[in-house]
């Protein structure tokens, strides 16, 4: 058998990297002044940092 040496693996994640409004949730009746506008958004840009350490 093989033995493995410890090792480190990083790695980033990102979601809406260039921060672009994502709009959800849309005004859907027809007698609404507001109807088909967006009453929210998701969210802004993230990050995440993620470290794992073998043995």
Known sequence: MKDKSPA???????VNLFNRVNYQGYIGALSSPFYGRAVASLPPRRLQLSLRFQF
Do not use: P
């Open 8 to 14: 480190f693996t990083t790695a980033i994640d990102a």
